[in-house]
Structure formats: C-alpha cells, structure tokens
C-alpha cells in the first residue's frame, strides 16, 4: 500500500526566511501530489496540487517541487511570516482514486 | 454556499453508546468521506462514498457505519462506542473520485469517550 513520509513533526524558523518541507514517498508513482495547510482546531485546507510532468508550482510566496526520480515532494514558503505557522499536510490519492492519504505532517512555527 | 458541514462540534460519550456524526455538503459532490485525526498518528481514512448508495471501507473501518442514501448526506454511525474511538472526527468532499481531486473538508466533530 502507498505510504507517505513528511520527515520532520515541527520546523522552526525565524520570519522572513525560507521555510522547507518534504514529503517522501513509496510503492507507487502517483500522477499528483497534493499539499494542504491545517490550523488548530480546524479542518484542513488545500493549497496546491502538483502533476507528475510538472517539476515546479508556484502560488504567490508557495513552491512546490515533484521530483519522481527520488518519490519527493518540496513544500517551499518564502518570505515567511508568523501568520504562516500551521500544519501542513502532504497527500496522494490511491491508485484507484478512492482514498486520499495524508502523511502525519509537518508543523511549521514561524517566530517574529 | 456552506461547503462540508459537521454537527455537532463537541461530543462526549460513555463506553457502550451509540451515537450519529452528521456531515452535509452542498456542492453536489459525488465523493464524500470520513477520517479520524490522532495526534502522531495523522489523518486516517474510515469510510468512502463514491455515490448516493455505494459505501467502502477505508484503513480503520472497525466500530462505525456509513450510509449515503442522498448525494448531500454521508452520517458516521458509532454503534458501541469505545475510549479507542476518542478523535477528531473530519468529513471530506470532492466532486468525483479522481487522483486529481482535491477535497474539502468540515470544521471537525471531536469525540470523547469515556
């Protein structure tokens, strides 16, 4: 079955730098990878979806990255700021496109 | 348009009962689904519907029921409940299933069990 590795539980940085999250993973090569942002006590939000032809997405200080040679997905902020700090999700559908599965995620604390 | 809703927010339980999650959309999606969220554990698909009268089971299906008698409604049923059932409890939608789908998801049930 698929599975889906983000490697660290928490990253933090300081406002303005650049924050990197990744997203490994196996058994299958998915034609699209998803990212996603969850606030406390909140449902999770999609933020950009990536297809296997496309190398890099970009939406205003977002970069993703898909690189299906090493099964890795880059989450990229730039610029961050505190306002940036949450959870971020990364997922894949099955093969069959029945179930969206989710790695644990990554919280991101960014500090003024 | 209200998007996926979720009743109620808070619930609390004891051991044995028996309890309906409600979850809503009204965006005609056809696919709808449930998940669990436990802390290091992340977010774990219960039941899917791909349609109004077609169910599934999704990685941890054991203790709860699913109908989708209608394209907007998709409850969770919790037959006997258990302190293993304590989560936060999320309801999802997207228009079809599809690798290229991205879902919408509900404000969250959390549950306790005691």
């Known amino acids: 079955s698929q599975k889906i590795e983000q490697n660290s539980e928490a990253l933090n940085i300081q406002e303005g730098k650049t924050a990197t999250l990744t997203c490994n993973y196996t058994n299958y090569s998915p034609a699209y990878l998803q990212w996603y942002r969850q606030d406390p006590g909140r449902g999770p939000v999609f933020l950009l979806l990536?297809?296997?032809?496309?190398k890099e997405k970009r939406k205003e200080r977002l970069k993703v990255t898909f690189d299906t040679t090493l099964k890795q997905s880059l989450f990229h902020i730039t610029a961050s700021q505190p306002a940036d700090s949450a959870t971020y999700l990364c997922a894949l559908f099955n093969q069959a496109g029945t179930a969206l599965i989710f790695g644990k995620g990554t919280t991101l604390s960014v500090s003024s | 348009n209200a998007g996926v809703t979720q009743t109620p927010k808070f619930q609390v339980l004891k051991t044995g009962q028996s309890m309906t999650l409600q979850c809503a959309q009204d965006?005609?999606?056809?696919?709808m689904s449930w998940y669990r969220q436990d802390p290091g554990m992340g977010l774990r698909l219960i039941h899917y519907?791909?349609?109004?009268?077609?169910?599934d089971q999704g990685e941890v299906p054991n203790g709860y029921n699913v109908s989708r008698s209608t394209t907007e409604d998709f409850p969770l049923r919790l037959l006997s409940a258990a302190p293993s059932q304590t989560s936060v409890y999320f309801c999802?939608?997207?228009?079809?299933?599809?690798?290229?789908?991205?879902?919408?998801f509900g404000s969250g049930t959390q549950l306790s069990v005691l």
């Open positions: 999802a939608s997207t228009r079809r299933g599809g690798t290229n789908e991205k879902l919408f």
């Open positions: 965006m005609n999606h056809e696919y």
């Open positions: 990536i297809r296997e032809n496309e």
């Open positions: 519907s791909v349609g109004a009268g077609i169910t």
